[in-house]
């Protein structure tokens, strides 16, 4: 080489825009050209002797190494993309060609360009088809090009999915494409493409796609048209969808909703929705009507039904509902007064049930309406009677019992054993009948709401010696004992004096009744957890464990034979267990044939200042 060509040589390198240097088999550089200071920042003196691979990133050393073992083994020059740190720390990519020197020492030429821009570029459209991807496969959405003049078709790897084949580079025709469609689907498609080429019109369809395992899928077909500078349609470009699952979902949807409605027309109850997140509300057709209004006459909105209620029922309800959403009622159900069209009140048995997200909160309320008016009215009428013919029956039964009661006492021992005995028999059934007319009058009286409490504190240490006292006379005529143990705590109820003493008298006249002569009847109280119990307890026959359950319902007697001879009208633990509710209270039994009962009222303990 002259004197010139390497002066010529000397200054393209110095002066080269592309990073040259020269490095040996372990990259260890031995020459570099300015660039390099230009565009890492390092200079001559830090570069030289340095290894190279200890400026790349740790992800890149390996590739770099095996292109370098290539070009030593004398493969051709080998092109690589790396990255380099720079000595401000930050990594820039450089394109590299590698080729081996002829030279007997085996150094490896290389230039190096910054194609940091470029590759960020690609890295940013890299990135955006790796998420369409994501998206399309997320979606069941494919995406497809068909180009006209060439009737060559491009799809997106979610199409090859959709038709269950694996991606592959082969040519795409217009064939593969619509002859997977079935039957009738295939012209329909070829119809569809042939009118969008001809006149522009887009595409919209669902087809029928068997696949190459033979499943069969819903695909949704939509494309539109790409056009040339003259306003020829250049090409289609679409996209398909597999709603295989989202149509059956909505056949079954259909399926249920026809079902729904079918229910709906068969029964006169009205169904109501309020979506809590969204505070909408809607009320079906049946609903409106009950209240005597057409469909679009109401407003499907909190407001109407807050205007069609009782100002007082709707209180009520409002805090059902809160106590429902709280989780303390398992339903809300309760009968409300709302206004009719036409003037009257109508009454409704409501009943709801709250739907709960994953954290238990409720979102959505559903419910139904009950028109129960017909059967208030006859409560009412029946309640009107048996308070009638009950009071009708007050009057001579008073006159009856007086009468036998002064016959007794006036001529009872003029009169003959069997009379006395007739009179006596007469005695004590004019008495069981003033019983059970002054419970069917309770009975009325607390099912209309017409008996008052007043509730107080109640001090058990006097309140339940008085019970005993009340009930000795009555338990010697049994020959049974009462015993109350006063030496446990002091407890302290909030209840009605008058009530707890109507329940307490049934609840020790009744274990008088069914204990055994020469046993003993006793009452007892304690703390449960933030109540205080009351309990009654005998060593009678017990109670058959069919009856337990209905004992408080109205006229069940436990024995009707033994109920009978003993006297009672079964109606007393009926009316105790309504006496007790409306105190806030509640009662248990607990029984064993021939070893006796227990029954148990719980009532709210009495603040006290002491706390």
Same mark, same amino acid.
């Given at each position: ?88 720390? #930050?990594?820039?990519? @450089? ?41 399309? #496969? ?241 409560? #009412? ?25 002064? @016959? ?103 274990? *008088? ?9 006793? *009452? ?9 119990? *009351? ?77």
């Amino acid at each position: 080489m002259s004197e010139n060509q390497q002066n010529m040589l000397n200054d393209w390198f110095e002066n080269a825009l592309d990073l040259l240097c020269i490095f040996d088999e372990t990259t260890c550089l031995n020459q570099i050209n300015p660039a390099w200071t230009k565009t890492t920042g390092w200079t001559e003196g830090e570069l030289i002797g340095s290894q190279l691979v200890d400026f790349l990133h740790p992800e890149d050393v390996a590739s770099m190494r095996g292109a370098l073992q290539n070009v030593l083994e004398n493969l051709p020059q080998q092109n690589i993309e790396n990255r380099w740190r720079q000595k401000n720390g #930050q990594y820039i990519w @450089l394109s590299w060609t590698l080729c081996l020197s002829g030279l007997p020492h085996k150094a490896i030429y290389a230039s190096a360009r910054d194609i940091s821009t470029s590759k960020q570029k690609q890295i940013a459209i890299d990135n955006d088809v790796r998420l369409l991807e994501l998206a399309e #496969q997320t979606a069941r959405i494919g995406h497809w090009r068909l180009d006209v003049s060439k009737g060559e078709l491009q799809w997106s790897n979610e199409v090859y999915n959709i038709y269950g084949r694996r991606p592959n580079k082969a040519v795409i025709t217009l064939d593969d494409f619509i002859d997977a469609f079935s039957g009738s689907h295939q012209k329909e498609f070829w119809s569809l493409i042939q009118h969008a080429i001809n006149d522009g019109r887009e595409i919209s369809t669902e087809l029928v796609l068997k696949r190459d395992d033979n499943e069969r899928r819903t695909i949704a077909v939509r494309a539109v048209c790409e056009y040339d500078a003259s306003g020829v349609v250049r090409s289609l470009f679409g996209i398909l969808q597999d709603v295989t699952e989202e149509r059956v979902h909505q056949a079954s949807l259909r399926s249920k909703e026809e079902l729904l409605s079918m229910a709906f027309r068969a029964t006169s109850d009205g169904i109501w929705d309020w979506d809590l997140q969204t505070d909408q509300m809607w009320f079906s057709p049946q609903w409106k009507a009950q209240l005597g209004y057409e469909e679009d006459e109401i407003s499907n909105s909190f407001e109407s039904w807050a205007n069609l209620i009782f100002d007082e029922d709707r209180i009520q309800a409002m805090d059902m509902m809160d106590a429902h959403f709280r989780g303390e009622l398992d339903r809300f159900e309760m009968i409300q007064r709302f206004h009719h069209k036409k003037g009257h009140t109508v009454f409704i048995l409501v009943r709801a049930y709250a739907l709960r997200d994953e954290q238990g909160r409720a979102i959505r309320l559903i419910g139904a309406h009950t028109d129960v008016t017909e059967l208030k009215q006859l409560e #009412q009428a029946k309640s009107e009677f048996t308070s009638i013919v009950s009071h009708e029956l007050r009057t001579p039964l008073t006159a009856i019992h007086g009468a036998i009661g002064l @016959l007794d006492g006036h001529y009872g021992e003029e009169l003959s054993e069997p009379a006395r005995k007739l009179v006596r028999i007469a005695q004590n059934n004019s008495e069981r009948l003033n019983f059970l007319v002054n419970d069917i009058l309770d009975m009325d009286r607390l099912q209309s709401g017409n008996v008052t409490f007043s509730p107080s504190v109640i001090s058990l240490d006097s309140f339940l010696p008085q019970v005993i006292e009340n009930h000795r006379s009555y338990a010697g005529k049994f020959k049974v004992d009462l015993d109350y143990d006063q030496s446990g705590d002091s407890y302290q109820i909030l209840a009605d004096p008058d009530r707890l003493m109507q329940v307490m008298a049934n609840l020790v006249s009744n274990a *008088i009744k069914f204990s055994h002569e020469g046993h003993t009847v006793k *009452i007892r109280a304690h703390t449960r957890n933030d109540k205080i119990a *009351i309990s009654v307890i005998d060593t009678g026959r017990g109670i058959p464990r069919d009856m337990r359950d209905k004992i408080f319902n109205k006229f069940i007697q436990a024995d009707s034979s033994d109920q009978r001879h003993k006297g009672g009208t079964g109606l007393g633990l009926t009316i105790s267990k309504a006496l007790l509710e409306k105190m806030n209270g509640t009662i248990t039994v607990i029984s064993k044939l021939d070893e006796g009962s227990t029954f148990t009222i719980l009532l709210p303990r009495a603040e006290t200042s002491d706390g």
